[in-house]
């Protein structure tokens, strides 16, 4: 069973950056697509920011286009996101997920292993 484990989050003031992290283990990453999804409260979850298994491809939600990256670091067995220009409303519970061999869709369905997440709070 392939386990996922988020670090990085905290608070920031918005126009802060922070960089997520996701490890997985015991496999190898490169046969995974990596998922970025957030949910804040009373809000359904969301696809951020998501990474094929072969790094060729990557999707962003509109909401974070310009202000997010996502990464993959295959010697490492770690994914990443990179969040710049932080807003408010990015406050949310963040988790990573990976999908066998996946096309870097941001369809939570379609990812079999999840993290437990990290929460990220943007505020003055």
């Known amino acids: 069973q392939l386990q996922v484990v988020e670090s990085g989050g905290g608070l920031v003031q918005p126009g802060g950056s922070l960089r997520l992290s996701c490890k997985v283990s015991p496999f190898t990453l490169d046969y995974y697509a990596i998922g970025w999804f957030r949910q804040a409260p009373g809000k359904e979850r969301e696809g951020v920011a998501c990474i094929s298994s072969s790094g060729g491809r990557t999707t962003y939600a509109d909401s974070v286009k310009g202000r997010f990256a996502v990464s993959r670091d295959n010697a490492k067995n770690t994914a990443y996101l990179q969040m710049n220009s932080l807003k408010p409303e990015d406050t949310a519970d963040y988790y990573c997920?990976?999908?066998?061999?996946?096309?870097?869709?941001?369809?939570?369905?379609?990812?079999?292993?999840w993290g437990q997440g990290t929460q990220v709070t943007v505020s003055s």
């Open positions: 997920a990976a999908e066998v061999y996946g096309l870097g869709h941001c369809e939570a369905g379609k990812y079999e292993h």
